[in-house]
C-alpha cells in the first residue's frame, strides 16, 4: 500500500487509558479523533502493540499486566481462587472493574455496564472472564450475552506445515482486526514451544483443545489414548498458562450410534477421536467419568471450561438431530457440576444449521445450560459455499448472536479447505466483526450505534478520513476509495461510484 495513503488513517487513531475508581486500574481503548473536533472511543484488543511496533519479541514477551492482582491475592488468600468465587462471594475483582469500562466504550450515559452487574451475571453463571493466573498477560475480557458480542479467532500449525514464528505472527495479525481470544489448535511438530511463544506475547485469553497435543503423544493412536496421558497433557497446558479449554466431556456411548448414521457423520476432531476412543475400548468417554477430577485441576489456576460440541452438525441435513441435541443436555449437566465446584463455563454450539432451525439451538441452550454463556462456529447456513464460508457462516453468526450466542468462532475463507494464512485471518477475523457488531446494535449494547451514527455524518458530510478510521478495516477502505481517485490530499465531495455530478449526498444539499 502507497505510505500516503497509510498514514492517513493510521494517524488519526490513538491509545488511550482509562483509570478504574474501585482499583488501580488503566484499562486500554482506542480514541478515534475526528475531523470535526469529536472522537470515538472503541473497545481495543491490541493490549501493548500499536501501528508503529506491532511485532513481536518472542523470547522478551509482553508485560505481565495481571501479576500486581494475582501477587496480592495469593500473599492475602494464600491459593488461586476462581473469579466465579469471588463473584460468589459479593467481590468486585479487578478484573471486573476493567471489563466494566472496556464494555461501555467510552459511553458515559444510558444503560451502562457496572462492576456490579459483571459481578452479578459471572455469579450466575451467565459470563466468564478466562484468565489463568500462569497468563498474567492477558488483559482481561468477559463473555455474555448481556456484553459485546466476541470473536474468537483459530490459529495452529499443522503436520503440513507452519512455524512457530508464522502462529505469533498470525495471532498478531487476529488482535490487531480485533480478535478478542486466540485459540491455538496447532497439531503438527513442536506443539508445546508454539504455544508458549503464543501466550507469552499475546494480550488476549488464548484457548486450546489438550485432546490435539495428546493424541499427538501417542503418536496418533487413538487406541492408544488414555485418561492419564490426557491428564499429563492438561496439567502441560494449565502450567503454560492456557485461559480455556475445550473438553470434549459431552459426547457419550449412546450418542455415536446417532452420529455415526448422519450425512457427514462426526465432523468435530475431538469428537470423533473421543468417539473412536470409545468404539475401541467399549468404555464410555473418559472425560464425563473423570470431570470432577478435571474441574478440581481446572479450579486451581481459575481456567474456564468451554464444553466442546463433539456432535456438532456438519452440514444442513444433520442439523437439530438427536445426536447434536442429546449432547447439549450432557452439556448443561456438565456445566452444573463445574460450577459446584467454581469453574466458569461456556458452552460450545453448531455448526451447520439452516436459517430457520437457528433459533431453536440457541432457545433449548438456554434452557439446557441455564443460561451459560454460548460460543458458536458460525453457523454456516449452508453447505454450498466453499472459498465464501466466512460470508455463509457470517450470516448464521449475525442471527445466533442477536438471538443471545455470546462469542463466536470465525471462519475464513478456507474453511474445509486448507490452513489459513495471514490475508485469510484478516478477512474472516473482520467479517465476524461485523457480524458480531451487528448483533451488538441490534442487542442496544452500550455505545454500539454511536460509531455507525458517527459514520453516517461523516459520510453526508464527505469526511473521508473519519469514514476510514471509523471502519474495521481502515486500510482496506481507504485502498478502495483512491484506486480511481488519484487526488489524495482532499476531501472530494464525491466516490468514484457516481463521480461529481451524480452524487446523490451532494445533489441533495444543493436542495433550497
Known amino acids: 500500500m502507497d505510505k500516503e495513503l497509510f498514514d492517513i488513517a493510521k494517524t488519526n487513531a490513538k491509545k488511550i487509558h482509562v483509570t478504574g475508581k474501585l482499583h488501580d486500574i488503566k484499562v486500554g481503548m482506542k480514541e478515534i479523533s475526528l475531523q470535526n473536533g469529536e472522537s470515538v472511543t472503541v473497545y481495543d484488543t491490541t493490549g501493548p502493540y500499536t501501528e508503529t511496533e506491532f511485532t513481536a519479541d518472542i523470547k522478551t514477551g509482553i508485560p505481565k499486566i495481571r501479576k500486581p492482582w494475582i501477587d496480592a491475592r495469593l500473599q492475602k488468600e494464600g491459593e488461586i481462587k476462581t473469579q466465579l468465587w469471588y463473584a460468589r462471594h459479593g467481590i468486585i475483582t479487578p478484573e471486573m472493574e476493567y471489563v466494566a469500562i472496556r464494555e461501555n466504550q467510552g459511553a458515559t450515559e444510558g444503560n451502562l455496564i457496572t462492576p456490579e452487574m459483571v459481578r452479578e451475571e459471572i455469579a450466575a453463571g451467565r459470563a466468564i472472564i478466562p484468565a489463568n493466573c500462569k497468563h498474567p498477560e492477558a488483559e482481561p475480557m468477559i463473555i455474555g450475552s448481556k456484553f459485546l458480542v466476541k470473536i474468537n479467532a483459530n490459529i495452529g500449525n499443522s503436520a503440513l506445515g507452519s512455524s512457530i514464528e508464522e502462529e505469533v505472527e498470525k495471532a498478531l495479525w487476529a488482535i490487531k482486526w480485533g480478535a478478542d481470544t486466540v485459540m491455538d489448535l496447532s497439531t503438527g511438530t513442536s506443539i508445546h514451544e508454539t504455544r508458549e511463544a503464543i501466550l507469552r506475547n499475546i494480550p488476549v485469553p488464548v484457548g486450546t483443545v489438550p485432546m490435539y497435543q495428546a493424541l499427538e503423544k501417542v503418536k496418533g493412536n487413538v487406541a492408544k489414548l488414555s485418561w492419564e496421558v490426557y491428564k499429563e497433557t492438561l496439567i502441560e497446558q494449565c502450567e503454560q498458562g492456557v485461559d480455556y479449554f475445550t473438553i470434549h466431556a459431552g459426547i457419550l456411548k449412546k450418542h455415536v450410534p446417532l452420529a455415526v448414521k448422519r450425512v457427514t457423520g462426526i465432523v468435530s476432531r475431538g469428537g470423533s477421536i473421543m468417539a473412536k476412543w470409545m468404539s475401541i475400548h467399549n468404555e464410555e468417554n ?6 470432577e477430577e478435571i474441574c478440581e485441576l481446572m479450579k486451581k489456576y481459575d481456567i474456564a471450561f468451554s464444553l466442546g460440541d463433539g456432535l456438532r452438525p456438519g452440514s444442513l441435513a444433520d442439523a437439530n438431530d438427536d445426536a447434536q441435541f442429546g449432547e447439549l443436555e450432557t452439556l448443561g449437566e456438565l456445566a452444573r457440576i463445574a460450577w459446584k465446584h467454581d469453574v466458569q463455563v461456556i458452552i460450545e454450539g453448531p455448526g451447520h444449521v439452516p436459517m430457520h432451525k437457528i433459533k431453536e439451538n440457541m432457545d433449548k441452550q438456554i434452557e439446557w445450560c441455564q443460561g451459560a454463556p454460548f460460543y458458536t462456529l458460525g453457523p454456516l447456513v449452508s453447505d454450498i459455499g466453499a472459498g465464501y464460508d466466512h460470508i455463509t457462516s457470517a450470516i448464521g453468526a449475525a442471527m445466533i448472536a442477536w438471538y443471545g ?4 468462532c470465525y471462519v475464513t475463507t478456507k474453511e474445509h479447505l486448507s490452513l489459513p494464512n495471514k490475508d485469510d485471518v484478516r478477512e474472516g477475523v473482520v467479517t465476524y466483526k461485523l457480524a458480531a457488531h451487528a448483533a451488538d446494535i441490534a442487542k442496544g449494547h452500550p455505545g454500539a450505534a454511536y460509531r455507525d451514527l458517527q459514520m453516517s455524518r461523516a459520510r453526508y458530510d464527505f469526511r473521508w478520513r473519519d469514514q476510514f478510521n471509523l ?27 457516481c463521480g461529481p455530478n451524480f452524487c446523490a449526498m451532494r445533489i441533495t444539499k444543493s436542495i433550497d
Open 286 to 291: 473418559f472425560l464425563y467419568t473423570h470431570f
Open 405 to 408: 450466542t455470546a462469542m463466536l
Open 471 to 497: 471502519s474495521l478495516d481502515p486500510e482496506r477502505a481507504q485502498r478502495f476509495h483512491f484506486e480511481m481517485i488519484k487526488d489524495v490530499g482532499r476531501d472530494n465531495e464525491f466516490c468514484a461510484m
